[in-house]
Nanobody, 114 residues
Framework: QVQLVESGGGLVQAGGSLRLSCSASGVMFRLNDMGWYRQAPGKQRELVAV???????NYADSVKGRFTISRDDAKNTVYLQMNSLKPEDTAVYYC????????WGQGTQVTVSS
């Protein structure tokens, strides 16, 4: 059974930092492209960052220069380091694994206060 479990969300003031983690089980982690998505209230889910199994990365324009995605294949974990957080970063953040199938975590809430 595939499980993606996010952690690290919380409440932070604008300008602060958070580090999200997503631990995967039941998948061949090293073969998967891993991503972080977010969904704010009343908005569609959007891509935040992705890291391929070859360690290539891509970011949404809104987070470039502030967020960094990384992965540790030995720990089956993908990370999202979020710096210089803004109130508009407030959302539920979801981990995504993509290979032959697509899997989602349950999400973790990030709230940035002004």
């Amino acid at each position: 059974q595939v499980q993606l479990v996010e952690s690290g969300g919380g409440l932070v003031q604008a300008g602060g930092s958070l580090r999200l983690s997503c631990s995967a089980s039941g998948v061949m982690f090293r073969l998967n492209d891993m991503g972080w998505y977010r969904q704010a209230p009343g908005k569609q889910r959007e891509l935040v960052a992705v890291i391929t199994r070859g360690y290539s990365t891509n970011y949404a324009d809104s987070v470039k220069g502030r967020f960094t995605i990384s992965r540790d294949d030995a720990k089956n974990t993908v990370y999202l380091q979020m710096n210089s957080l803004k109130p508009e970063d407030t959302a539920v953040y979801y981990c995504n694994a993509r290979y032959r199938d697509v899997y989602w975590g349950q999400g973790t809430q990030v709230t940035v206060s002004s």
